[in-house]
């Protein structure tokens, strides 16, 4: 009976931190993958059905003041998963949030570094969810790094390339995306392929990208800005238009 094995790999990789390899050694790449993933369906073909079971692991979401980080908060209590009673703040000002049936303690800056080293001692496998404001953004970073827990970072802004830098030097886990739609992510991937495999197919060409978002939003959309490197890729002239 054939046999999958698995390697832990980082999820933080960035498209751009490594060149690409030349076009003959990614067709020959490809051909590699695609027997390999022929063999790993055969071998799964061929074990015997076992039972699935339901995943549940800690999740801390910081930031479920807000209306986003209140939304994955309430998915994450709806999927099973053990939605930890901590947040944390800007300001010093502590409090509590009623969040369905679970009340949630909220801690200033002066007191995360100690109640997330708490945290994570006595929950290894947790995850933290950052859905908080751009100015937030880098120094949590530094504060998952520091401590050495897990986290997906929803919130857009701050300076990506050392919020980049952080997670590589630091060598966590992470998730950094402007956009969780897997739709969006799929688009995004697929116009990262096309720019491959047609270099320059559009050069002339302009094109505008149109942000439409609420009022109150921060900071540019990050989607919009990914949408715009992916594009930029084929030799497209830009304008972002809010």
């Not at 303690?105 to 496998?125: A, C, N, T, W």
């Not at 992510?185 to 505008?208: H, K, N, R, T, W």
Request: charged share 15%; proline share 6%; net charge positive.
């Amino acid at each position: 009976m054939g046999s999958l094995s698995a390697q832990p790999v980082s999820l933080f990789s960035p498209s751009y931190a490594s060149p690409r390899p030349p076009m003959n050694s990614r067709r020959a790449a490809a051909a590699a993958a695609v027997v390999v993933r022929a063999k790993a369906i055969e071998s799964l073909e061929k074990a015997p059905a076992v039972a699935s079971k339901k995943v549940s692991f800690p999740v801390l979401v910081n930031g479920c003041t807000g209306k986003m980080g209140k939304a994955v908060a309430e998915a994450a209590v709806s999927a099973g998963l053990q939605l930890l009673p901590i947040t944390f703040s800007s300001s010093e000002k502590s409090g509590f949030l009623q969040l369905g049936s679970t009340n949630i303690q909220i801690f200033g800056p002066s007191k995360r570094e100690h109640v997330l080293s708490d945290i994570f001692d006595e929950y290894p496998d947790v995850v933290v969810v950052d859905y908080t404001i751009p100015d937030a953004v880098n120094d949590n970073a530094d504060l998952y790094c520091k401590i050495g827990v897990p986290f997906v970072m929803g919130t857009t802004g701050g300076d990506r390339q050392r919020l980049y830098k952080t997670v590589q030097d630091a060598n966590s886990y992470a998730v950094i995306s402007p956009q969780m739609g897997k739709q969006v992510v799929a688009f995004l991937a697929a116009m990262e392929i096309m720019a491959d495999q047609f270099p320059g197919a559009f050069a002339g060409y302009s094109l505008q990208v149109m942000e439409s978002h609420q009022a109150s939003k921060l900071d540019t959309s990050g989607t919009a800005k990914a949408v715009i490197r992916a594009f930029r890729s084929w030799v497209f002239h830009l304008i972002l238009i809010r």
